[in-house]
């Protein structure tokens, strides 16, 4: 089932490792590297791996692309920081819009557009775990 990545052909610096059903794309960095161990355990141990000379320490979450990736790949991390981010310039255009009956209805478009663009970042990636 694996034979198709192990075969994969990559830069070099970069392995693929294999081991039972797990596999892992091992590259080396110049500068310093994070991890995460990826499990569908519920409590993930901390766990610290060698990479030549560079001894890289799992993390339950790491940012990559902009997208929050934890150690079940779930994307709550990454939904709860959108969320907050989404309401800081919310709050902001809020604040300057005038406060006389209401918010005028571009003045909601375009809140519900700068929303809808902060919480939709790469969708298509995390999109399937919220469907589970």
Sequence with gaps: MYDGVLR????????????????ALVTVEKHLT???LISIRKIVKKV???????????????????VMNDHRLNFKTHLENA?????KPTAAISRMMANNRGP???SKRLIATVVTSTILYAAP??????QR
């Design 104 to 106: 005028k209805q571009h």
């Design 125 to 130: 990636i995390w999109a399937e775990a919220m």
């Design 34 to 36: 994070e991890g995460v």
């Design 8 to 23: 994969l052909p990559l830069p070099p610096g970069c392995e693929v490792v294999g081991f039972a059903d797990d596999n």
């Design 83 to 87: 969320a907050a981010k989404a309401s």
């Design 48 to 66: 610290s791996f060698r990479v030549g000379s560079t001894i890289i320490e799992s993390t339950p979450v790491i940012k990559y692309l902009g």
